[in-house]
């Protein structure tokens, strides 16, 4: 279905239409969305449509306030004075009364805008720790201290350059150590785990019930391209396994296509097709031999004798699936079937065969399964409807999970019913409180009363290797990174792509490859632009590979969207609720989250609460942030100002504000050498107050400035102004460049184009 928008006088779209359904939105008067209501289509014809409205409310500063939910519940938010969330609540009226819900009791901060503490609603505390120089994250402790209950208590160790060594957690009923290696080039090459679990608390010379062990081995070629993988549960003294499903002993080597680099075409005994787009088409246990006819995937109607293509696109399916059953010819197959967006619309094995469709955002919007004839429809990142077979019929309606998030993460799930007959303890009994990781993995779930609920171990690349839970509870999806684990396929969601991780790759290629590649040098820009190529371009082997997951070191990155990978150990960042109007406003007018609106609304913190669309649009800008005084990102100080913003490279900074036009060039004033962008970060490097515009060629600004800063000046010592500026503080550095860039275009008589 071809997408339809519709705006009104200001140019704001008021409603849109795409295949998933038809979304409406309403305006406040500072042009902010205080309503957005979406009905999402059922898949099969005969079940109708379902509807939900979401109500938005924000202080003058486009902070939000409160949000009201689909079933009725307001959820609101309240700040410290420095504008950080420090708590979150929920209240819903029903036939039955007035019911009131804590989900976070207070956070804290230290002076660094880093989270020290939270109190969560169901009285569990967890203190955070970091490098006093680096800031990076410490140890993680969270507990119950009612009852003594000790859920996580990890300590994290790194090497100088921020890889993760390995880290303890010693917690009441488990103890779980995990020790990583790495090679020359920071790809992780090893990692050995044990976690022992105890029935009850473990009291000195108690012998645990379980001790689970593994070991996995990865090589690489030169180009960054996994050649084998090693698993093994084989270890001495390992009793018992708590994930009895854990499939972890294997022994896989990779082999790729020699016409396309980092194309696998199998992996242990695994095989793998394509699209000519890179998109996996087909997998299975065994080689295709040379008479599996392909040809393209196609719907037939019986009653009108039609035959359509399911988006003909490059897409593969057996010919002899026409007339006979592809699991009695092999152990293993899977087809998978792709859009003209290279998203993922089908896949089909012996078990199960699963529809996706999307919004117009390119988010996920429904899951069906045709056996069990299960649905899930996504209506945005806090609200979801299960509609599985054996529920369909109950009196209370259909199941609803609703998420409140904190930062980029999602911290409490609340179970309930679309009619539940005003049953307030439903929701009640039935919220899961995640405490994660450093990677924001759901590393253990405590339920409304603060006791344990779930405790998960993962392998590097998301396999489950410990999962623990009570018999009979209601299984929560969110696992590796908080994405959702779909248990039709064993593959994660992360809303660009899909990620497999037992082969630890991705399902296709990396959709920002362009931003690695450089520009025909026809101008000033794109010689600028090839010059600062994000994380060296494609001279830096590992952009290249479109098909690996976290620069092939998952332990120290994270990949929000399944886009761009980001450092994970810098802590947990201080970040008021992110339902930011000017993000919301933007996203809903353009697809993307143009920074610059933001500002004028005043975004407080990181971006939450956004929809599944806006919050992917914010990771694709490389935006990590923006403030009213000041805000850190991971370890490093913003400038303190309204609207300041900062980016994770050069391109993602010319991604919102464009190309500098003719004659023109950006600008530093903190030089993006290699040693500031270390000291100091991408982030403050590439802000959005650091970075103007100004006259480029000969006899231009930009050409006095760079010859200045090669000089050598009498206050240098003998270096050049640019190297002596490198031993300087960021203050510093930003004085004088501007100073100089003020005195320079004084005497050229020309302007300066400032951002922000």
Same mark, same amino acid.
């Given at each position: 279905m071809s997408n339809a928008k519709f705006v009104n006088d200001t140019g704001q779209i008021v409603y849109k239409k795409d295949e998933s359904g038809e979304t409406y939105y309403t305006y406040g008067e500072l042009n902010e969305v205080i309503k957005e209501s979406r009905t999402i289509n059922r898949y099969e014809a005969g079940s109708g449509k379902q509807s939900a409205s979401f109500e938005y409310e924000a202080d003058y500063l486009g902070r939000m306030q409160k949000m009201k939910y689909p079933d009725g519940e307001t959820v609101s938010y309240t700040y410290d004075a420095g504008g950080q969330l420090k708590g979150v609540s929920g209240e819903k009226t029903s036939s039955k009364g007035k019911a009131e819900y804590s989900y976070v009791d207070k956070i804290l901060y230290d002076e660094h805008a880093q989270r020290v503490y939270i109190r969560y609603g169901n009285g569990v505390e967890t203190r955070y720790k970091y490098d006093e120089k680096r800031r990076w994250l410490e140890s993680i402790e969270t507990e119950n201290k009612q009852n003594q209950d000790v859920f996580q208590k990890i300590k994290y160790s790194f090497d100088p350059v921020g890889n993760v060594l390995g880290y303890t957690n010693e917690a009441s009923t488990y103890e779980t150590t995990q020790a990583y290696k790495y090679d020359n080039l920071y790809q992780l090459i090893s990692v050995e785990g044990e976690s022992k679990q105890y029935k009850g608390k473990k009291y000195f010379g108690m012998s645990p019930v379980n001790i689970a062990k593994y070991k996995q081995e990865f090589n690489f070629d030169i180009i960054g391209n996994m050649m084998n993988k090693m698993s093994t549960t084989n270890l001495s003294g390992s009793r018992g396994n708590a994930y009895k499903k854990a499939d972890l002993d294997y022994n896989l080597d990779y082999e790729y296509d020699s016409k396309y680099a980092h194309r696998l075409i199998r992996a242990g005994n695994r095989y793998y097709r394509y699209d000519g787009n890179g998109n996996i088409t087909a997998e299975k246990d065994g080689p295709f031999s040379e008479e599996e006819e392909f040809i393209f995937t196609y719907n037939y109607d019986k009653e009108s004798g039609v035959y359509s293509t399911d988006y003909g696109f490059g897409l593969d399916a057996p010919k002899e699936t026409e007339q006979t059953n592809p699991q009695d010819l092999f152990a293993y197959r899977r087809n998978y079937t792709w859009n *003209?967006?290279?998203?993922?619309?089908?896949?089909?094995?012996?078990?199960?065969?699963?529809?996706?469709?999307?919004?117009?955002?390119?988010?996920? &919007?429904?899951?069906?399964?045709?056996?069990?004839?299960?649905?899930?429809?996504?209506?945005?990142?806090?609200?979801?409807?299960?509609?599985?077979?054996?529920?369909?019929?109950?009196?209370q309606g259909l199941r609803v999970h609703k998420h409140i998030f904190v930062g980029n993460s999602r911290l409490v799930t609340a179970m309930t019913h679309t009619d539940n007959h005003g049953d307030n303890d439903e929701q009640k009994e039935k919220r899961y409180y995640y405490h994660s990781?450093?990677?924001?993995?759901?590393?253990?779930?405590?339920?409304?009363?603060?006791?344990?609920? #779930?405790?998960? *171990?993962y392998t590097p690349y998301g396999e489950l290797w410990v999962e623990e839970t009570a018999p009979g509870i209601d299984k929560l999806p969110f696992r590796?990174?908080?994405? #959702?684990?779909?248990? *039709?396929?064993?593959?994660?969601?992360?809303?660009?792509?899909?990620?497999?991780?037992?082969?630890?790759?991705?399902?296709?290629?990396?959709? &920002?490859?362009?931003?690695?590649?450089?520009?025909?040098?026809?101008?000033?820009?794109?010689?600028?632009?090839? #010059?600062?190529?994000?994380?060296?371009?494609?001279?830096?082997a590992i952009n290249l590979h479109v098909f690996n997951y976290g620069n092939n070191n998952p332990i120290k990155y994270n990949?929000?969207?399944?886009?761009?990978?980001?450092?994970?150990?810098?802590?947990?960042?201080?970040?008021?609720?992110?339902?930011?109007?000017?993000?919301?406003?933007?996203?809903?007018?353009?697809?993307?989250?143009?920074?610059? #609106?933001?500002?004028?609304?005043?975004?407080?913190?990181?971006?939450?609460?956004?929809?599944?669309?806006?919050?992917?649009?914010?990771?694709l800008t490389g935006s990590a942030t923006a403030s009213v005084k000041m805000v850190y990102v991971g370890t490093k100080l913003f400038i303190s100002s309204l609207g300041t913003t900062g980016y994770t490279s050069f391109e993602a900074f010319k991604r919102v504000h464009g190309r500098a036009g003719d004659g023109k060039a950006w600008h530093h004033i903190v030089e993006q050498t290699a040693r500031n962008v270390k000291n100091f970060g991408e982030h403050m490097i590439h802000n959005a107050k650091n970075i103007v515009k100004i006259g480029h060629g000969s006899a231009s600004l930009h050409s006095k400035l760079s010859g200045f800063y090669s000089s050598i000046q009498s206050f240098t010592g003998g270096k050049t102004v640019r190297e002596w500026l490198s031993t300087q503080s960021y203050k510093d550095q930003y004085q004088f460049g501007l100073q100089k860039l003020t005195e320079f275009a004084k005497e050229l008589n020309v302007k300066i184009e400032f951002v922000e």
């Open positions: *003209e967006r290279n998203l993922l619309t089908k896949s089909t094995d012996k078990n199960y065969t699963v529809h996706y469709r999307y919004g117009e955002d390119g988010q996920r &919007a429904l899951k069906y399964t045709e056996e069990g004839r299960s649905e899930t429809l996504y209506f945005n990142n806090f609200f979801t409807i299960h509609i599985p077979i054996y529920d369909k019929d109950n009196p990781d450093h990677l924001g993995s759901a590393q253990f779930v405590t339920d409304w009363r603060g006791k344990q609920y #779930e405790h998960i *171990e590796f990174t908080g994405k #959702e684990l779909d248990e *039709e396929t064993s593959l994660y969601y992360y809303g660009a792509r899909y990620l497999d991780p037992k082969y630890s790759r991705w399902l296709s290629g990396d959709p &920002a490859l362009g931003e690695y590649i450089p520009q025909a040098p026809v101008n000033d820009e794109a010689k600028k632009h090839n #010059e600062n190529l994000p994380n060296g371009g494609v001279y830096n990949d929000p969207t399944g886009e761009v990978p980001f450092m994970a150990v810098t802590g947990i960042i201080g970040a008021g609720i992110g339902a930011l109007y000017g993000a919301y406003k933007s996203y809903t007018e353009t697809g993307t989250v143009d920074w610059k #609106e933001v500002g004028k609304h005043a975004l407080i913190g990181g971006v939450i609460g956004l929809g599944a669309g806006a919050a992917s649009a914010a990771y």
